[in-house]
């Protein structure tokens, strides 16, 4: 919200930016397939396995109708998503835009070589998509990346407003008595989705022998969202302690000494910071499970915010802030 209350209206040009990278790869593969018609086959390799080998195979029309419409409902998609963000006044605009810039310039890449691939081949079955085409593709979707966000700051430079934050509580405690706070905090879709890649990884470990390298990257990408898919919030003399699943390790801490306040806030995921789970951005990071009710810390020396999504937030915060004041090197 912004200091009146109402909702911020997002700018016009932030939402042509948003879906701008979209419209152009689609466009850039319609055109790629458009000059190299009359060389390409009739049948198209358009997806590979291990080795770089087809495994599966289609037309040029069906080839385009099916990225035209990846893209363009996908960055339909992406851009309300975006912009429902950007109404909160969400200073991640900017990352969830460069996402989005990244991921189109990614699918249009991979597109444009995989026609390139197929034109003048005599049999598709023999097409082979080597792995630096891969590599390739990353590169300029993170070039992509880094254009969305320039243009954002550049052409956008007001946006997001500032957001109104509640006031800073303390809570009424005994001079020399001791308090803490704990809460469990945590995304069941996001365990659920940490299970399923971990189940797909165990397949095929076990039961494939030639996509090894696949299962390891799944339980590689699902055992963090595992670990991440629950915390234990505590505040106490220490300050504010995030373990995640309850594990000793890993945790996030903000030390009482460097508490400057803290507060109570609704908070955008994808509009502050970009998306779900530990994120960080230049000027915040935080454990974000959900949008709504947080518990935002600001620290000393550079000012940067920690902000964990979690029930009756307003209470850690209070005491957080009487623990952080009676210090005896309270500033």
């Known amino acids: 919200m912004t200091a009146t209350g109402r909702r911020a209206r997002v700018p016009r040009r932030l939402v042509a930016l948003v879906a701008l990278p979209f419209v152009a790869a689609s466009a850039l593969a319609a055109g790629v397939q458009a000059a190299a018609s009359d060389r390409l086959p009739a049948r198209l390799a358009v997806h590979f396995g291990a080795g770089g080998v087809p495994d599966r195979f289609e037309s040029p029309a069906q080839f385009l109708v099916t990225v035209a419409a990846l893209l363009l409902l996908g960055g339909a998609a992406w851009t309300v998503l975006v912009v429902r963000g950007a109404r909160g006044g969400g200073a991640g605009t900017g990352m969830a835009t460069a996402m989005g810039w990244g991921l189109a310039a990614f699918l249009g890449s991979i597109s444009a ?18 792995l630096w085409h891969f590599g390739a ?12 966000h320039a243009l954002v700051r550049g052409l956008v430079p007001a946006w997001p407003p500032d957001r109104e934050s509640s006031g800073a509580e303390r809570l009424d405690l005994p001079r020399h008595g001791r308090a803490g706070w704990a809460r469990r905090t945590g995304s069941w879709p996001l365990l659920l989705a940490g299970l399923v890649t971990l189940c797909v990884a165990a397949a095929l470990l076990l039961v494939s022998g030639t996509s090894w390298w696949a299962g390891i990257v799944l339980l590689l990408s699902g055992l963090p969202l595992v670990l991440m898919a629950q915390a234990d919030v505590t505040v106490d003399q220490r300050g504010l302690t995030v373990r995640l699943s309850g594990l000793p390790w890993p945790r996030l801490s903000v030390p009482l000494d460097q508490v400057v306040t803290a507060r109570t806030r609704s908070v955008n995921p994808l509009g502050e910071f970009g998306g779900w789970g530990y994120r960080v951005t230049p000027k915040r990071s935080g454990l974000i499970y959900r949008s709504g009710e947080a518990l935002v810390v600001r620290r000393t020396g550079d000012g940067r915010e920690f902000a964990v999504t979690v029930d009756d937030a307003g209470t850690a915060a209070a005491l957080l802030n009487t623990l952080a004041e009676r210090r005896p090197e309270t500033r």
């Open 137 to 148: 593709a990353l590169a300029v979707a993170l070039t992509a990346g880094f254009l969305g």
């Open 113 to 130: 070589l995989l026609l390139q691939l197929n034109a003048d081949a005599a049999d598709p079955a023999e097409v082979r998509l080597p």
